[in-house]
Protein backbone atom coordinates (compact mmCIF):
# COMPACT_ATOMS: atom_id res chain seq x y z
CA UNK A 1 0.00 0.00 0.00
CA UNK A 2 1.27 3.23 -0.85
CA UNK A 3 1.05 6.40 1.92
CA UNK A 4 1.88 10.18 0.63
CA UNK A 5 4.10 12.27 2.29
CA UNK A 6 1.36 14.00 4.40
CA UNK A 7 0.49 11.26 6.57
CA UNK A 8 0.96 11.39 10.74
CA UNK A 9 4.18 10.16 12.08
CA UNK A 10 4.09 6.42 12.45
CA UNK A 11 1.46 5.56 10.18
CA UNK A 12 3.14 3.77 7.95
CA UNK A 13 4.33 1.72 11.16
CA UNK A 14 0.91 1.48 12.33
CA UNK A 15 -0.57 0.18 8.90
CA UNK A 16 2.27 -2.75 9.33
CA UNK A 17 1.61 -3.88 12.69
CA UNK A 18 -1.94 -3.87 12.03
CA UNK A 19 -1.69 -6.59 8.72
CA UNK A 20 0.85 -8.42 11.02
CA UNK A 21 -1.41 -9.02 13.94
CA UNK A 22 -4.33 -9.55 11.47
CA UNK A 23 -2.26 -12.42 9.87
CA UNK A 24 -0.96 -13.90 13.40
CA UNK A 25 -4.87 -13.91 14.15
CA UNK A 26 -5.21 -15.83 10.38
CA UNK A 27 -2.67 -17.98 11.24
CA UNK A 28 -3.09 -18.75 15.07
CA UNK A 29 -6.34 -19.33 15.25
CA UNK A 30 -8.26 -19.38 11.76
CA UNK A 31 -10.13 -15.84 12.15
CA UNK A 32 -9.78 -13.87 9.26
CA UNK A 33 -9.83 -10.01 9.67
CA UNK A 34 -7.38 -9.11 7.22
CA UNK A 35 -9.79 -7.44 4.36
CA UNK A 36 -12.19 -5.73 7.23
CA UNK A 37 -12.26 -2.24 6.54
CA UNK A 38 -8.96 -0.65 7.75
CA UNK A 39 -10.58 2.15 10.61
CA UNK A 40 -12.84 0.32 12.21
CA UNK A 41 -10.60 -2.44 13.07
CA UNK A 42 -7.25 0.11 14.14
CA UNK A 43 -9.78 1.90 16.56
CA UNK A 44 -11.03 -1.35 17.86
CA UNK A 45 -7.33 -2.64 18.16
CA UNK A 46 -6.32 0.64 19.91
CA UNK A 47 -8.89 -0.44 22.56
CA UNK A 48 -7.61 -3.54 23.18
CA UNK A 49 -4.19 -2.23 23.41
CA UNK A 50 -4.86 0.19 25.93
CA UNK A 51 -7.60 -1.93 27.94
CA UNK A 52 -4.13 -4.65 28.06
CA UNK A 53 -1.88 -1.97 28.91
CA UNK A 54 0.32 -2.76 25.64
CA UNK A 55 2.45 -0.24 24.23
CA UNK A 56 2.11 -0.71 20.74
CA UNK A 57 0.16 -3.33 18.85
CA UNK A 58 3.19 -5.59 18.08
CA UNK A 59 3.28 -6.00 22.37
CA UNK A 60 -0.82 -6.88 21.92
CA UNK A 61 0.32 -9.44 19.18
CA UNK A 62 2.57 -11.30 21.50
CA UNK A 63 -0.11 -11.47 24.34
CA UNK A 64 -2.91 -12.49 21.34
CA UNK A 65 0.11 -15.30 19.88
CA UNK A 66 0.38 -16.72 24.12
CA UNK A 67 -2.46 -15.84 25.87
CA UNK A 68 -5.80 -17.51 24.31
CA UNK A 69 -8.31 -15.45 26.64
CA UNK A 70 -6.56 -12.49 25.55
CA UNK A 71 -7.40 -13.62 22.18
CA UNK A 72 -11.04 -13.90 23.04
CA UNK A 73 -11.35 -10.64 24.71
CA UNK A 74 -9.75 -9.38 21.23
CA UNK A 75 -12.16 -11.43 18.87
CA UNK A 76 -14.94 -9.74 20.90
CA UNK A 77 -13.84 -6.41 20.12
CA UNK A 78 -13.32 -6.73 16.85
CA UNK A 79 -16.63 -8.40 15.96
CA UNK A 80 -18.88 -6.68 18.16
CA UNK A 81 -22.00 -5.60 16.70
CA UNK A 82 -24.81 -3.15 18.53
CA UNK A 83 -28.58 -4.89 17.13
CA UNK A 84 -32.14 -4.66 18.85
CA UNK A 85 -34.76 -6.38 18.10
CA UNK A 86 -37.05 -4.78 14.73
CA UNK A 87 -34.13 -2.59 14.35
CA UNK A 88 -35.10 -0.26 11.60
CA UNK A 89 -38.81 -1.54 12.18
CA UNK A 90 -39.14 0.02 8.12
CA UNK A 91 -36.95 -2.80 7.00
CA UNK A 92 -38.76 -5.40 8.78
CA UNK A 93 -42.49 -3.78 7.68
CA UNK A 94 -40.98 -3.70 4.02
CA UNK A 95 -40.17 -7.36 4.35
CA UNK A 96 -43.44 -7.98 5.74
CA UNK A 97 -45.48 -6.24 2.76
CA UNK A 98 -43.44 -7.07 -0.18
CA UNK A 99 -41.14 -10.24 0.21
CA UNK A 100 -43.50 -11.99 2.86
CA UNK A 101 -46.77 -12.48 -0.26
CA UNK A 102 -43.87 -14.28 -2.55
CA UNK A 103 -42.54 -16.52 0.39
CA UNK A 104 -46.14 -17.92 1.40
CA UNK A 105 -45.73 -19.45 -2.33
CA UNK A 106 -42.54 -21.71 -1.14
CA UNK A 107 -43.46 -25.23 0.18
CA UNK A 108 -40.55 -24.73 2.68
CA UNK A 109 -38.32 -21.78 3.63
CA UNK A 110 -34.84 -21.11 4.59
CA UNK A 111 -33.85 -17.62 5.99
CA UNK A 112 -29.89 -17.22 6.00
CA UNK A 113 -29.27 -14.27 8.68
CA UNK A 114 -25.88 -13.65 8.55
CA UNK A 115 -24.12 -12.14 10.86
CA UNK A 116 -26.36 -12.52 13.22
CA UNK A 117 -24.58 -11.49 16.94
CA UNK A 118 -26.29 -12.30 19.87
CA UNK A 119 -29.60 -13.24 18.40
CA UNK A 120 -32.17 -10.21 18.16
CA UNK A 121 -32.17 -10.05 14.46
CA UNK A 122 -33.00 -13.91 14.15
CA UNK A 123 -35.55 -14.44 16.67
CA UNK A 124 -37.39 -10.75 15.22
CA UNK A 125 -37.45 -12.77 11.79
CA UNK A 126 -38.50 -15.44 13.52
CA UNK A 127 -41.49 -13.73 15.12
CA UNK A 128 -42.38 -12.04 11.94
CA UNK A 129 -42.41 -15.31 10.43
CA UNK A 130 -44.66 -16.72 13.42
CA UNK A 131 -46.99 -13.40 12.45
CA UNK A 132 -47.32 -14.30 9.01
CA UNK A 133 -48.51 -18.18 9.49
CA UNK A 134 -45.42 -19.23 8.15
CA UNK A 135 -42.66 -20.65 10.90
CA UNK A 136 -43.99 -23.93 11.23
CA UNK A 137 -42.29 -24.80 7.54
CA UNK A 138 -39.17 -22.14 8.07
CA UNK A 139 -36.15 -22.61 9.31
CA UNK A 140 -34.20 -19.68 10.19
CA UNK A 141 -29.73 -20.27 9.58
CA UNK A 142 -28.36 -18.01 12.09
CA UNK A 143 -24.97 -17.46 11.70
CA UNK A 144 -21.81 -15.30 13.06
CA UNK A 145 -18.01 -15.78 13.85
CA UNK A 146 -18.07 -15.14 17.39
CA UNK A 147 -18.72 -18.46 19.68
CA UNK A 148 -19.68 -15.71 22.68
CA UNK A 149 -22.40 -13.81 20.43
CA UNK A 150 -23.36 -17.43 19.09
CA UNK A 151 -23.36 -18.57 22.71
CA UNK A 152 -26.01 -15.52 23.83
CA UNK A 153 -28.13 -15.96 20.64
CA UNK A 154 -28.76 -19.59 21.62
CA UNK A 155 -30.02 -18.94 25.12
CA UNK A 156 -32.19 -16.12 24.08
CA UNK A 157 -32.02 -14.05 27.29
CA UNK A 158 -31.87 -10.38 26.60
CA UNK A 159 -32.52 -7.56 29.31
CA UNK A 160 -35.59 -6.45 30.45
CA UNK A 161 -34.93 -2.93 30.65
CA UNK A 162 -34.63 -3.41 26.47
CA UNK A 163 -38.43 -5.09 26.16
CA UNK A 164 -39.63 -1.30 25.83
CA UNK A 165 -37.53 -0.35 23.05
CA UNK A 166 -38.00 -3.71 21.16
CA UNK A 167 -42.08 -3.53 21.95
CA UNK A 168 -41.60 -0.12 20.33
CA UNK A 169 -39.77 -1.07 16.85
CA UNK A 170 -42.38 -4.12 16.76
CA UNK A 171 -45.09 -2.32 16.38
CA UNK A 172 -43.86 -0.19 14.36
CA UNK A 173 -42.55 -2.84 12.00
CA UNK A 174 -46.77 -3.85 11.50
CA UNK A 175 -46.35 -6.26 14.19
CA UNK A 176 -49.88 -8.35 15.34
CA UNK A 177 -50.31 -8.29 19.09
CA UNK A 178 -47.91 -7.34 21.63
CA UNK A 179 -44.43 -8.52 21.60
CA UNK A 180 -44.36 -9.77 25.32
CA UNK A 181 -46.32 -12.80 23.43
CA UNK A 182 -43.22 -14.28 21.98
CA UNK A 183 -41.41 -14.19 25.53
CA UNK A 184 -41.29 -14.58 28.80
CA UNK A 185 -40.04 -12.33 31.79
CA UNK A 186 -38.37 -13.34 34.81
CA UNK A 187 -36.59 -11.00 37.90
CA UNK A 188 -34.10 -8.23 34.99
CA UNK A 189 -34.53 -10.64 32.09
CA UNK A 190 -36.68 -11.57 29.20
CA UNK A 191 -36.22 -15.58 27.65
CA UNK A 192 -37.40 -15.73 24.26
CA UNK A 193 -40.04 -18.31 23.21
CA UNK A 194 -39.14 -22.25 22.24
CA UNK A 195 -41.63 -22.09 19.66
CA UNK A 196 -38.77 -19.45 17.86
CA UNK A 197 -35.85 -21.38 19.22
CA UNK A 198 -37.05 -24.58 17.59
CA UNK A 199 -37.03 -23.12 14.39
CA UNK A 200 -33.54 -21.60 14.24
CA UNK A 201 -30.08 -23.21 14.05
CA UNK A 202 -27.28 -20.90 15.35
CA UNK A 203 -24.26 -21.99 13.67
CA UNK A 204 -20.83 -20.71 13.50
CA UNK A 205 -19.88 -18.95 9.94
CA UNK A 206 -17.39 -16.98 8.28
CA UNK A 207 -17.90 -14.83 5.41
CA UNK A 208 -14.52 -13.87 5.04
CA UNK A 209 -13.14 -18.02 4.54
CA UNK A 210 -16.45 -20.48 4.95
CA UNK A 211 -18.55 -21.86 2.08
CA UNK A 212 -22.72 -21.76 1.37
CA UNK A 213 -24.25 -24.39 3.56
CA UNK A 214 -27.93 -24.47 1.87
CA UNK A 215 -30.08 -22.86 -0.23
CA UNK A 216 -32.30 -20.40 0.65
CA UNK A 217 -34.99 -17.98 -0.07
CA UNK A 218 -34.13 -15.20 2.19
CA UNK A 219 -30.61 -13.99 3.22
CA UNK A 220 -30.78 -10.72 5.73
CA UNK A 221 -27.60 -9.69 6.31
CA UNK A 222 -27.31 -5.86 8.08
CA UNK A 223 -24.68 -3.39 9.29
CA UNK A 224 -21.90 -6.52 9.10
CA UNK A 225 -21.01 -5.29 5.08
CA UNK A 226 -20.00 -1.97 6.28
CA UNK A 227 -17.14 -3.47 8.37
CA UNK A 228 -15.46 -5.31 5.17
CA UNK A 229 -13.70 -3.91 2.26
CA UNK A 230 -14.97 -4.49 -1.35
CA UNK A 231 -12.79 -7.49 -1.99
CA UNK A 232 -14.75 -8.99 1.12
CA UNK A 233 -18.08 -7.42 0.48
CA UNK A 234 -17.82 -8.97 -3.01
CA UNK A 235 -17.02 -12.43 -1.67
CA UNK A 236 -19.98 -11.87 1.00
CA UNK A 237 -22.34 -11.26 -1.81
CA UNK A 238 -21.22 -14.02 -4.28
CA UNK A 239 -22.28 -16.72 -1.29
CA UNK A 240 -25.46 -14.89 -0.88
CA UNK A 241 -25.80 -15.24 -4.37
CA UNK A 242 -25.10 -18.99 -4.87
CA UNK A 243 -27.25 -19.66 -1.85
CA UNK A 244 -30.64 -17.32 -2.63
CA UNK A 245 -32.73 -19.66 -4.78
CA UNK A 246 -34.34 -17.93 -8.17
CA UNK A 247 -36.10 -14.78 -7.07
CA UNK A 248 -34.91 -15.18 -3.87
CA UNK A 249 -35.04 -11.55 -1.48
CA UNK A 250 -31.34 -10.08 -0.06
CA UNK A 251 -32.07 -7.52 2.44
CA UNK A 252 -29.12 -5.47 4.09
CA UNK A 253 -28.38 -2.32 6.40
CA UNK A 254 -29.26 1.09 5.58
CA UNK A 255 -25.83 2.33 5.47
CA UNK A 256 -25.12 -0.61 2.48
CA UNK A 257 -25.74 -1.31 -1.14
CA UNK A 258 -25.08 -3.63 -3.87
CA UNK A 259 -25.04 -1.12 -6.34
CA UNK A 260 -20.89 -1.62 -6.77
CA UNK A 261 -20.48 -4.59 -6.23
CA UNK A 262 -20.41 -6.97 -9.28
CA UNK A 263 -22.55 -9.06 -8.31
CA UNK A 264 -25.38 -6.18 -8.78
CA UNK A 265 -26.62 -7.00 -12.26
CA UNK A 266 -28.17 -10.17 -10.56
CA UNK A 267 -30.74 -8.15 -8.83
CA UNK A 268 -33.47 -6.22 -9.15
CA UNK A 269 -34.32 -3.61 -6.48
CA UNK A 270 -37.35 -3.80 -4.77
CA UNK A 271 -37.14 -1.37 -1.71
CA UNK A 272 -34.59 1.37 -2.68
CA UNK A 273 -35.06 2.66 0.58
CA UNK A 274 -34.96 -0.31 3.23
CA UNK A 275 -32.10 -2.10 1.18
CA UNK A 276 -34.10 -5.18 -0.12
CA UNK A 277 -33.35 -6.80 -3.62
CA UNK A 278 -34.91 -9.98 -5.77
CA UNK A 279 -32.73 -12.13 -7.32
CA UNK A 280 -33.10 -12.11 -10.96
CA UNK A 281 -35.14 -15.54 -12.51
CA UNK A 282 -32.34 -16.16 -14.39
CA UNK A 283 -29.81 -15.65 -11.80
Keep these: MAHGPAGPPGSHEQDIEVRLILEAIYERYHYDFRDY ?11 AMQRFGCGNLSVLQGRVLREPEVFRSVLADLTVQVSEMFRDPEYFLALREQVVPVLRTFPSLRIWVAGCSAGEEAYSMAILMKEE ?3 ERTLIYATDISQEALAQAQAGVYRLDLAAGF ?6 AGGKGALSEHFTAAYDHVLMDKSLKDRIVFSDHSLSTDSVFAEV ?11 FNRALQDRAFGLFTEALCRNG ?19 VEIAAKERIYQKRSGG
Excluded at 37 to 47: I, N
Excluded at 217 to 227: A, D, E, G, P, T
Excluded at 251 to 264: D, K, M, N, P, V
Aim: proline fraction near 0%; aromatic fraction near 8%; charged fraction near 20%.
Design 167 to 172: SANHRA
Design 249 to 267: FLGLGSRETLRFSQHAGQY
Design 133 to 135: GLL
Design 37 to 47: AGSSLRRRLRA
Design 217 to 227: QLVSCRNVLIY
